[in-house]
């Protein structure tokens, strides 16, 4: 039964949400600056820019729960819903990478930011092509890719957090 093999994109939904999950927010001290890889951020400058990132992230990982939600909930039967959920977590993603653009992070910690817009938009990019899908079991058999593509996002996240001095985001 084709609703069925949508019952999968529950995990899917938590893995792409927990993309930008950041519960358990506390910044851990700042690393001493003999400790720091030239190029990243200290002090003061570090506890403003994890501010700032988490400030984008929360917010991009309260709508991308409810847009999975929806997916993997009420709207797991009806096509023409969860399409509209797949292309609201697109657009989600897409804000987030825009917002992640106008931080201006030094050298080090820009080239990661710089690789998460990348792979976040190459996300973003399938999402949207799978929002396109013509039937619930086609939607059913490209959501897999959806749960691939979260790998090389997932990695410049912990990346991006550990040069800002957070805790790796969790994977529940």
């Known amino acids: 039964m084709p609703g069925n093999r949508l019952a999968g994109v529950l995990p899917t939904a938590m893995v792409l949400a927990g993309m930008l999950l950041v519960a358990g ?3 851990s001290p700042p690393a001493p600056a003999h400790a720091r890889p030239a190029g990243q951020p200290g002090g003061l400058q570090r506890r403003a820019l994890a ?7 929360t917010a991009g990982n ?3 729960e409810i847009d999975f939600d929806g997916l993997a909930g009420p709207d797991r039967h009806l096509l023409r819903a969860a399409l509209a959920d797949l292309r609201a977590a697109a657009a989600t993603e897409r804000l987030f990478d825009q917002q992640l653009l106008k931080i201006r ?3 080090g910690t820009e080239a990661v930011a710089r690789r998460l817009y990348l792979v976040n938009q190459a996300r973003a990019s399938l ?3 799978i929002a396109r899908a013509g039937s619930l079991r086609q939607l059913n058999v ?3 890719q959806l749960t691939a ?3 090389p996002v997932e990695q410049q996240v912990r990346l991006i957090r550990r040069q ?3 805790p790796p985001p969790e994977t529940s």
């Open 51 to 57: 501010a700032r990132y988490l400030a984008i992230a």
């Open 25 to 27: 927010c506390g910044s």
């Open 127 to 129: 999402t949207l092509r």
């Open 105 to 107: 992070f030094p050298p």
């Open 142 to 144: 490209l959501t897999p």
């Open 62 to 64: 309260r709508q991308l």
């Open 164 to 166: 800002l001095g957070l």
């Open 149 to 151: 593509a979260n790998g």
